[in-house]
């Protein structure tokens, strides 16, 4: 029987390996999970080759992921006529099995059909997911135009009837002057009022290298962005950043278009995506937790951990962690896709972050420095920190933490990570700035599996929900960070999984909501020595204001009526350290950094 953990890494150390994962039936029913009667695989296969007469080899890049456990078993292409395949030069096998034992990726070629491992199913496949490049040799006769090559993806069938994927690939003839579009990010979701520099990927497809030639960007509405002239060289891609862009809360239509004087295939030199954009939330409670076993989307009591139910929850991706920024609830997934939660616990897909391999493990947000990070696990069991840009996904690593396996994270009052370690069972700090790890303490619980963290900053406590395979499998209470032992609340009932957990706590100094129209606070000079102005400008009507040190521990505050802009000096005895400023009025509020040094 083949068991999936909510933290890949985790099989690795009970199974010795996922060559057995498929064969062991003695773990617990928690390790289990189940497609829901949905797709249990999604699977791509990609080129940027071109075609010409004579015998050449074509480049391809394919993805391969899965949920519920049902690995590849095989991929069959099936190439146009006059194109014929060739087995010296083509990969063999695929890629490097990491599945069953005696799975395999090999190579057999049948006339225009060309197949990898086998199309029947296993129930115990050859390859567990990820990307990979492979190249298949052809030699072409008489061909005339685009030619289409059609594949199938084939699933082992583990838990489920057996499931597949199939697509074609356009290989366009090698032109001398060709420039075309290939992607457009963001491509399926925006939230409003994020901004961004969308990016568009240019791929040379001619024989020449091309210096004179220009991309714009709109959409439809008042956004326009132009580069020109970057030089770009045959069979070479390039990723454009356009100039930054903020949707607010309407229909957009993103169009790229190309031009190059002289091109002699028009057909990809113009790209159209229709993204949804996502209006900004107001959340009414204080935190939400997944619990996967039930796939229910709850309200949280911190009080004593118990849930209400809010909403089904039956994504067929595993949720990772989820992660509050003061606007959005963030979710990632097992597979690097992510996106948001509304207030009725509807999942809404945004896209897939990219940059990262192995696994993605724990979200966590810096207030103080308006930056979202994400934890990822290796496949040797680091733990690779990463910032996310929300808009486009993409990752870029910070550090690799070498002394422990993290398993969830978040950040405290003193600007620092903090997350509970497998195998280890310590609490672990970790600097945003490096992603080193520092031990805390022991946990004084053992956890195996992929558990959630989120911290109140009013109550300066991180709490989650464990999991385990012993009595302290599932139990809510919270980590201290100066110790790193664990402090029991209560237990959850059917010691069900929480798979992931997010404190939006109203009033928490760390969810301060800008909403409604521009609010503004000046601070200056900011950083200061107590001394400082702040500046209210474009507020009518009652507002007033409150200090707050980094543990939420209330300063100073006033109350005043403005018709306009109000100017406000103040001289107050601080300590050196990192101070927020709220703002509210009737309808908006704002946090800005106070900086004491």
């Not at 194109?83 to 490097?96: K, R």
């Not at 069979?235 to 356009?242: A, D, K, N, R, Y």
């Not at 996904?393 to 497998?422: H, K, Q, R, V, W």
Request: hydrophobic share 35%; net charge negative; charged share 15%.
């Amino acid at each position: 029987m083949k068991k999936i953990l909510t933290s890949f890494l985790v099989l690795t150390l009970l199974l010795g390996g996922f060559a057995n994962a498929q064969n062991q039936n003695s773990l617990s029913a928690k390790l289990k999970r189940t497609t829901k009667g949905t797709i249990a695989i999604v699977a791509t296969v990609t080129s940027t080759s071109t075609w010409i007469n004579g015998t050449q080899t074509l480049e391809f890049t394919m993805t391969y992921h899965q949920t519920g456990g049902e690995y590849m078993d095989g991929l069959r292409m099936v190439f146009p006529t006059g194109m014929v395949p060739n087995v010296t030069g083509t990969s063999d096998p695929l890629t490097a099995p990491d599945g069953c034992a005696n799975a395999h990726l090999n190579l057999s070629i049948n006339g225009q059909n060309v197949l990898w491992g086998r199309d029947t199913a296993s129930r115990c496949g050859a390859y567990i997911g990820g990307t990979f490049t492979f190249q298949v040799n052809v030699t072409n006769t008489d061909l005339v135009g685009s030619q289409t090559i059609n594949y199938t993806v084939y699933g082992d069938g583990y838990g489920n009837e057996p499931h597949i994927v199939t697509g074609s690939i356009v290989i366009p003839k090698l032109l001398a002057h060709n420039l075309g579009i290939t992607s457009i990010v963001p491509n399926t979701a925006v939230l409003s009022g994020i901004t961004g520099a969308p990016k568009i990927t240019v791929h040379n497809f001619g024989t020449n290298n091309e210096n004179s030639w220009s991309l714009t960007l709109t959409d439809g509405s008042t956004y326009t962005s132009t580069v020109t002239n970057i030089p770009i060289n045959a069979g070479e891609s390039l990723e454009i950043t356009m100039d930054n862009w903020t949707p607010s809360e309407e229909e957009y239509t993103l169009t790229a278009t190309l031009t190059l004087v002289g091109d002699e295939d028009l057909t990809n030199n113009s790209l159209t995506i229709n993204p949804i954009v996502i209006p900004s939330y107001t959340y009414t409670e204080e935190a939400y937790a997944l619990n996967y076993d039930l796939a229910t989307y709850n309200i949280v009591n911190l009080t004593d951990g118990s849930m209400t139910y809010l909403a089904d929850a039956n994504d067929p991706l595993f949720p990772r962690a989820e992660e509050f920024d003061g606007k959005y609830i963030y979710r990632v997934c097992d597979n690097f896709s992510y996106g948001v939660v509304s207030p009725a616990g509807e999942y809404i897909q945004i896209g897939t972050m990219i940059g990262a391999e192995g696994s993605p493990i724990a979200l966590a947000y810096d207030w103080v420095n308006e930056r979202m990070y994400l934890m990822a696990i290796a496949d040797n069991n680091t733990s690779e920190l990463y910032t996310v840009n929300l808009m486009i996904g993409e990752l870029s690593l910070i550090g690799i933490g070498t002394e422990a396996t993290i398993l969830a994270m978040d950040f405290a009052n003193d600007g620092f990570l903090y997350g509970p370690a497998i195998y280890t069972n310590k609490l672990y700090r970790i600097d945003p700035a490096t992603g080193d790890e520092t031990a805390i303490g022991p946990l004084g619980i053992e956890i195996f599996y992929g558990q959630d963290v989120s911290f109140d900053a009013t109550a300066n406590k991180l709490y989650t929900y464990t999991c385990g395979d012993n009595e302290d499998d599932g139990q809510f209470g919270y980590y201290d960070i100066t110790t790193g032992a664990f402090n029991y609340i209560s237990d959850i009932p059917n010691r069900d999984q929480i798979a992931t957990f997010v404190i939006t706590k109203p009033g928490n100094i760390a969810g301060g909501i800008e909403t409604g129209e521009t609010l503004t606070l000046t601070i200056y000079p900011n950083p200061n020595n107590g001394r400082f102005t702040l500046d209210f400008s474009n507020i009518n009507g009652k507002v007033n204001y409150q200090i707050f040190d980094a543990k939420g521990s209330f300063i100073f505050g006033d109350e005043f009526t403005t018709n306009g802009n109000t100017i406000k000096e103040l001289s107050l005895d601080l300590v050196p350290g990192i101070y927020f400023v709220k703002l509210n009025s009737n309808t908006k509020s704002l946090i800005k950094k106070l900086i004491v040094e």
